[in-house]
């Protein structure tokens, strides 16, 4: 028998788990469609398109590619009509961008909030193509007044729960023209190489690289480059959180980058681990304008951290995939799990809730509960996975 605190070599071909891992999404929402990712089936760099999550407010809009214009207008010196000919045909780049809802993880927070329920898994990692809007703002010549870049989708509705829309509205968020011009905001049109899909907002997304979901607007119709901030109902009614100084909330700020955040996919919650054994803790961590510089551990409920291995190199604004082999314990019982971050800027995820950031940002540390079993008859190395 092998030495069980020597680490094992990762095997060569997927193990019979992963092969078995889940390959569908999980419903949120029926209609609009909202669709989840299981988390705990993680086992690429890159999340498959079809595994991809999917959060839409309204109903996938119809767009017809012959009659479709990208409408770029507002304080330029030159408005443009792009069709999709004309965009596919400008310099295009490649970025690896991790999406991650704002609401991901939200299903954690007690007391219960409202808003969709999602797990872990309203996040996944692309690799996204597309021109930079910096070029297509370029093109258009900035006046000396712009001051935000609002990206408008095709998607419209009227939003019956509080805090009620105005009426039927359409999907729109804007940016601050620093940010706009920053090199990995791009005007996407494909994903993992393949033409963006219905639900991912075909015929062109942006991909706001480091910032949250909701920034990254499908079904893009118009870009619209204002004199003013934009105070449109997805950063002033919805997607906002409480700046706070000197312990007052002072104002709501719409959300934008990333928090850093590590998750755990496996074990998952209330899994069962094999006592004395040699398990293979995994996951995905990510940050906003910054990278991943450490991902930790901890058996005990936040006593003890040991380090994760970062795996494969750095990726720009994608995630990391990390791992720790655990040594589980040789007594069955109950056990508590958490993995947390730490980014280039010295940002940590936090062990509490911060109540400033309402239904939105959850990064805090998760606890994932397992439990441990002895198995009769089985070598530990039989568990090695
Ligand atoms: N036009 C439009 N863009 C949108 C949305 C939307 O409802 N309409 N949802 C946003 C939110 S909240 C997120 S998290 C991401 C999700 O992108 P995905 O569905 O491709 O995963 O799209 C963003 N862009
Ligand atoms: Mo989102």
């Known amino acids: 028998m092998r030495d069980p605190l020597t680490v094992p070599e990762p095997p060569a071909a997927p193990s019979l788990r992963e092969q078995d891992a889940f390959r569908g999404l999980i419903i949120r929402e029926r209609e609009p469609e909202n669709l989840e990712f299981v988390f705990s089936g993680l086992n690429s760099a890159v999340t498959p398109n079809e595994q991809f999550f999917v959060r839409s407010h309204f109903p996938v809009p119809q767009i017809d590619l012959a009659s479709w214009r990208l409408k770029i207008e507002g304080q330029l010196e030159r408005p443009l009509e792009l069709t999709y000919a004309q965009l596919t045909q400008m310099p295009a780049k490649t970025v690896a961008m991790v999406m991650e809802c704002a609401g991901n993880s939200r299903i954690f927070l007690s007391p219960k909030v409202s808003g969709l329920q999602w797990e872990l898994g309203a996040v996944g990692n692309a690799e996204w193509t597309g021109v930079p809007l910096a070029e297509v703002l370029h093109q258009a010549g900035l006046k000396p007044g712009a001051r935000e870049i609002v990206l408008e989708g095709a998607d419209s509705g009227e939003i019956k729960k509080e805090p009620l829309s105005p009426g039927k509205i359409t999907y729109a968020r804007s940016l601050p023209l620093a940010k706009a011009l920053s090199s990995d905001v791009i005007l996407a049109y494909q994903m993992n190489g393949e033409r963006l899909s219905l639900a991912h907002g075909y015929p062109v997304r942006a991909v706001v690289s480091g910032w949250y979901g909701m920034a990254s607007v499908k079904w893009l119709s118009r870009i619209l480059v204002t004199e003013r901030v934009f105070r449109g109902y997805f950063q002033t009614a919805d997607y906002t959180f409480w700046e706070r100084r000197d312990g007052l909330p002072i104002q709501l700020l719409p959300v ?98 911060d109540s400033h950031r309402g239904t939105y940002m959850i990064s805090h540390i998760q606890p994932i509960e397992i439990e441990v079993r002895k198995v009769p008859g089985r070598s530990a190395e039989s568990y090695t996975i």
């Open 256 to 353: 934008g980058e990333l928090e850093v955040k590590a998750q755990i996919a496996r074990p998952a919650l209330h899994e069962v681990v094999p006592a004395s054994s040699i398990y293979r803790i995994h996951g995905a961590a990510w940050t906003g304008e910054s990278e991943v510089t450490k991902v930790e551990v901890s058996a005990d409920g936040g006593i003890i951290w040991l380090p994760a291995q970062l795996l494969g190199p750095p990726n720009g604004y994608g995630w990391r995939l990390w791992e720790h082999h655990w040594h589980t314990p040789a007594q069955p019982g109950h056990c508590t799990l958490m993995a947390r971050a730490t980014d280039g800027r010295g940002r940590t995820q936090p062990s509490e809730r």
